[in-house]
């Protein structure tokens, strides 16, 4: 069966990926797989740690969307695809991948997921998370400051020179291409489990676990 590809996208720290993971939990185990396209930041091993540190992460560009796009289509054909993992400290590829066989339902997430064409173009559902900026902002904090070794400064410097317009951009106006939209993330137990029911029904007696 060809794969149901969910694309989930929102402003960082909007709780897609909490939306992401309880799609996952509702569903059978061996049947769903999350593809973050955080993972496909290109490796930019060509210029310093301190050079890395300064780019502009939040834009399109930044990211090896092609490379996602051809993992998709390869996985819609039956293929396993290869994975990059991405080292947030660091700012570079690890040397390792992760292998991800087909399952019946491939989620894709991440900020920039219906900007580009190509991408939308392999998505069947797209849902778009959609939480107010002063949560967002506090989240990243916390998550940057605990999970990636980050700095308060860092993070206020960052915030303001490329998350903040890069959301304004990019991220917010690529609402439009969603087919549903989540307020508040995580804590929208109703609008999740009405993408989770579309989804058994779309996929059928498999999904029912």
């Not at 990059?84 to 400290?89: L, N, S, T």
């Not at 991948?97 to 900020?111: C, D, H, K, L, N």
Request: proline share 5%; glycine share 8%.
């Amino acid at each position: 069966m060809r794969p149901l590809i969910i694309g989930v996208a929102g402003g960082s720290g909007s709780g897609k990926t909490t939306v992401a993971r309880r799609i996952v939990e509702a569903l059978p185990p061996a049947g769903v797989n999350i593809l973050e396209h955080d993972a496909y930041y290109r490796d930019r091993g060509d210029i310093s740690y301190e050079e890395r540190c300064g780019l502009n992460f939040d834009h399109p560009e930044s990211l090896e969307t092609e490379l996602l796009v051809e993992h998709l289509a390869a996985l819609r054909e039956g293929a396993a695809i290869d994975v990059p993992r991405y080292d947030f400290k660091t700012h570079r590829r690890a040397p390792d991948s992760r292998r991800v066989a087909p399952t019946p339902v491939v989620i894709v997430e991440g900020i920039l997921v219906f900007v580009e064409a190509k991408l939308r173009d392999q998505l069947d559902i797209k849902i778009y998370v959609d939480t107010d900026a002063d949560i967002r902002a506090f989240r990243r904090i916390r998550r940057d400051i605990e999970h990636r070794g980050r700095t308060f400064d860092s993070i206020r410097e960052q915030y303001y020179r490329t998350v903040r317009p890069m959301h304004l951009m990019f991220v917010e106006p690529s609402k439009r291409w969603a087919d549903v939209i989540i307020p508040e993330g995580g804590d929208n137990k109703i609008g999740i489990d009405l993408v989770i029911a579309l989804i058994r029904q779309m996929r059928g007696a498999e999904m029912a676990g």
